[in-house]
């Protein structure tokens, strides 16, 4: 995800803002003078500032669509199995799953794809209160509440 457009796009919307105020000001103080030039050079400088901004906005699309491109690059299916067998594997899932209180890795159904790969059980990390063997005592509770079992 480090592309040319990651950066460009917000310092491009920084620069065409600051310049927009930038005009705007000047615009307050060349109006009272009534120079006909100085109009020009403001038509000018504004028409530069729009094209700032329409560039900009291109790049943030740019930048959508490789975001998104490289969400769909990733394989989670092989990363839970890796996940289900790699001791260090796990410690990133759980760290993940805790600090964004999810369990899994697509949607509100990921907690689903940890049941083929940990046979029928959760990880510690996914459950509400985490205490250890939470995981695997999830299952009894499920029928239950399942909001207050594991996240979704």
Not at 15 to 25: G, K
Not at 49 to 77: G, M, P
Not at 80 to 98: F, N, S
Request: aromatic share 12%.
């Amino acid at each position: 995800m480090a592309s040319g457009n990651f950066l460009a796009s917000p310092v491009l919307m920084i620069i065409s803002s600051s310049l927009s105020i930038f005009l705007a000001l000047f615009g307050f103080i060349v109006m009272p003078k009534k120079q006909f030039n100085l109009y020009i050079t403001i038509a000018c400088l504004g028409l530069v500032v729009f094209i700032l901004q329409i560039i900009a906005v291109v790049f943030s699309f740019l930048l959508i669509d490789n975001v998104e491109s490289d969400f769909t690059k990733v394989n989670v299916d092989a990363e839970l199995r890796k996940a289900a067998q790699d001791k260090q594997a796990m410690t990133v899932w759980d760290t993940l799953q805790i600090q964004y209180k999810c369990c899994g890795g697509r949607g509100n159904s990921g907690y689903d794809e940890w049941e083929s790969h940990l046979n029928g059980t959760y990880p510690d990390s996914c459950c509400t209160v985490r205490y250890e063997g939470c995981g695997r005592q999830a299952h009894r509770t499920l029928e239950s509440n399942f909001s207050q079992t594991v996240y979704e």
